[in-house]
């Protein structure tokens, strides 16, 4: 089976190439395997971050009351009794409602302990590609020459050096999504504090413990609003009555208690007399919060204040709504301004609402995210009948104009602003309210984003963008026009790359019928149409349906196209990986020779689709038994396709994972191990968990790991495999089978033939009835069963099974294929076993296997 790359390893060591030292790392979030000069690395190992080094984003507010108590809690938790020299890695978490003071408690304790830590780091954590970014950032504040010059993946994979080569320093995760984002993170950085605030309340327990934040008290929550509604001054008793009626009603919520206290001190008004304009009434239940409520009966008065004051700041704001919440480019919102002036006014209008926070550089602004929502979804006034959709225009428009002209390759001089604006992009397309119409500017932005994911290798990521640009084609251009066409495969082929072949079948379905239909039976669009939708039936093991849908493309592109032109060859390159995966490696060895040598000549050495030939006739070969051929090919392959599509794209990690493989048949479990667990956890980040890649991996890492000996972390790694194939997949899927036999061996080398039995039986039944009798996998899956009999004694099933087996493997693979020499000495283990058992006592059947006869080979 193949899989992908690298995991908690983020340094695996030097080696020498030519006169120039290399030294290997893993990038921020281990999505990607980084190659930095030895003398970046002594850098890293050597810079000294300056007495206050560090990175802390401005509070909106300014103002911190009260949580005294969380803050000597959250000491404690963290230092222990330890001291910044001797620090022990601790890891907290402070999970609550949204806009209860999780990130302001945070920043708080980092300026209070700032001089016990060596280097104190914000990161925004609401992605895997946040965290890079947050890395990133550390480089270039440590070492700036080199990191201005370097990727955003080589400058992560610097500040994970750094953080490993020093200690006592602080790490903050602010608004972690996802737990499991930080595992790679928590093992590998041990030498300094993790800290993570989160709205989420579960998946911790395996990554940190917590500290729930409840809600101000409401003597603190009082003296709260007094501080921002009455700066410097000491408010009167009335003021401080109203003040704490006030702060009753809105629920003790610190970001409503901040905005309220802004307004007040903004327009002047008297805090009963907003309370009363607010018609604000105290919930029944007072123990139950509804942030977005609360935050919601404030906004009306606010946002009629603002433009009073600057009528673009309320403009500025209702866009930003619709973009991600962090490092909104200020460029992004010029052309919304009649000058930069007036931009800055109107940004620092709403900064003085408590609206926005201002980067670091003060280049960009966020907006919190409860903000954004309450935003998106106030109910209108009366006289707003569509208020909910104001500043999503403008939004779609500024975004649409900032794209700038696609890059040629992988990496340009525009990369670093596309990565900038697509978070922006990916925000606003999945923000879309129901049954809003997408414009034909904004589908155009869309579709741009979403091939720059494709060449990227991302367009898994580009389901959101490909869905709504479909919705306008079909809109606007009807059902069956060829545009319509081309977005609806793009969409299912996104699907598929995402792993959701349920989704992306029935559309490859509709899609051809549809292009036959208007552009004919060998229009080009189709036989690509026809092409999709083999390969989606090859992912989910049909190749029944999948072998002759290639073979009849494979003869429309040879008389349509030619017989070398690109798209024939990549037919022919399908065609003959289909056979390969039916086990026909006969006729698949063959056409990929000739494909592989048609290709270098017509597209050249370096083209990715000579790269995939070259990657495809390697796997031909491992199949075939001729580990000598496939090894060297894996590995110039993957040099290539690192040097070409660069270390993240999903063909380098398909190389990289195949080479594992390569090198775990072969034994060399030391080299194969480590590339597989960083696979695995790449493959989660990037793909997610139930992905049938990472399924893969993990069946991968599981083997490798039974290979090595190590049955206490295979057999709970094949068990959750199996058990994620089977309701990802489905229960008779190729896949599916693979890592059950994988679980049966596993317990079958832990000696538990109780559990390995039943299931070799049974996957066996299946092989034989979805892969044919004589398929490869079949082949194994029958030996397989057959050494479990013989390992129980039970010699009148075990040789009968290796017999037939031995004569079908002669027959399909050869007589030299391993795979035969394998059946044939297990059966010769078996027959010697049975002549054993008769000498010993003719008149009993054999009896188990002899502790010192050498074991069967499975």
Known sequence: MSTTVPGELVVSGERAIGAESIHLAISGDNARVVVLPAEVVDWARTVQASPGAGFLPESVSGVFVGREQELTDLRGMLA????????????????????????????????????????????????????????????????????????????????????????????????????????????????????????????????????????LPLTEATNLLCTIAFPNLTPTEGQRGAARQLAEHLGCLPLALEQAGAYVYRTGIDLDTYRQSLGLVLDEDRDVIDPERTIARIWDHTLAAIPRRDPLAVTLLRTMAWLAPDDIPRSLLAPLAPSQIALSNALGELHAYNMIAFTDDHQGVSVHRLVQTVLRTHTPSPSEPNSYALGRSEAEQAVHQALPTPPAG????????????????????????????????????????????????????????????????????????????????????????????????????????????????????????????????????????????????????????????????????????????????????????????????????????????????????????????????????????????????????????????????????????????????????????????????????????????????????????????????????PDTLSSRNNLARAYEAAGNLERAMPLYEATLAQYEQVLGDAHPDTLSSRNNLACAYLAAGNLERAIPLLETNLSQCERVLGDTHPDTLNSRNNLTHAHREAKAAQKKNPARPAGPTDPHQPPPTV
């Open 410 to 733: 992988l990496r340009s001089e525009s990369t670093a602003l596309w990565e900038r604006l697509l978070p922006h992009a990916l925000a606003l397309a999945e923000s879309t309210p129901p049954d809003t119409p997408t414009s034909a500017d904004t589908a155009n932005a869309y579709h741009q984003v979403a091939q720059y994911l494709d060449r990227q290798g991302r367009d898994a990521h580009s389901i959101s963008l490909r869905t709504a640009v479909l919705a306008q084609r079909e809109q606007v251009l009807g059902h069956v026009h060829p545009d319509t066409l081309s977005s609806r495969n793009n969409l299912a082929c996104a699907y598929r790359a995402a792993g959701n072949l349920k989704r992306a079948i029935p559309l490859l379905e509709d899609t051809l019928v549809q292009r036959e239909q208007v552009l004919g039976d060998t229009h080009p669009d189709t036989l690509n149409s026809r092409n999709n939708l083999a390969c989606a039936y090859e992912s989910v093991g049909n190749l029944e349906r999948a072998i002759p849908l290639y073979e009849a493309t494979l003869d429309q592109c040879e008389q349509v196209l030619g017989p070398i032109h690109p798209d024939t060859l990549s037919s022919r390159n399908n065609l003959a990986c289909a056979y390969r995966a039916a086990g026909n490696l006969k006729r698949a060895v063959p056409l990929l020779e000739d494909t592989l040598v048609q290709r270098e000549q017509v597209l050249g050495d370096t083209h990715p689709d000579t790269l995939a030939s070259r990657n495809n006739l390697a796997c031909a070969y491992r199949a075939a038994g001729d580990l000598e051929r496939a090894i060297p090919l894996y590995e110039t392959t993957l040099v290539q396709r690192e040097q070409v599509l660069g270390d993240t794209h999903p063909d380098t990690l398909a190389s990289r994972n195949n080479l594992a493989c390569a090198y775990r048949v072969t034994k060399k479990v030391e080299r194969a191990v480590p590339l597989f667990e960083v696979t695995l956890v790449q493959r989660e980040q990037v793909l997610g968990d139930t992905h049938p890649d990472t399924l893969r991996s993990r069946n991968n890492l599981a083997r490798a790991y039974r290979t090595a000996g190590d049955l206490r972390r295979a057999i709970p790694l094949h068990e959750t495999a199996v058990a994620q194939y089977e309701q990802v997949l489905g229960d008779a899927h």
């Open 80 to 215: 222990g009794k330890g001291s910044a020299s001797a620090m022990q890695p601790r890891v907290r978490a402070i999970h609550g409602l949204g806009g209860v003071g999780k990130s302001s408690l945070a920043l708080h304790y980092a300026n209070r302990y700032r001089s016990a830590y060596s280097l104190a780091w914000w990161i925004t954590a609401e992605s895997p590609e946040s965290i890079v970014t947050g890395l990133a950032g550390l480089a270039l504040r440590l070492c700036p020459k080199w990191a201005e010059i370097a990727s955003s993946d080589e400058r992560a994979a610097w500040a994970i050096t750094w953080l490993q080569a020093h200690s006592g320093w602080l790490l903050i995760f602010d608004n972690v999504e996802d737990p499991k984002h930080l595992h790679s993170y928590l093992g590998t950085l041990v030498s300094g504090h993790h800290l993570a605030t989160s709205r989420k309340a579960t998946g911790w327990h395996a990554v940190a413990p917590t500290m729930v934040l409840g809600l």
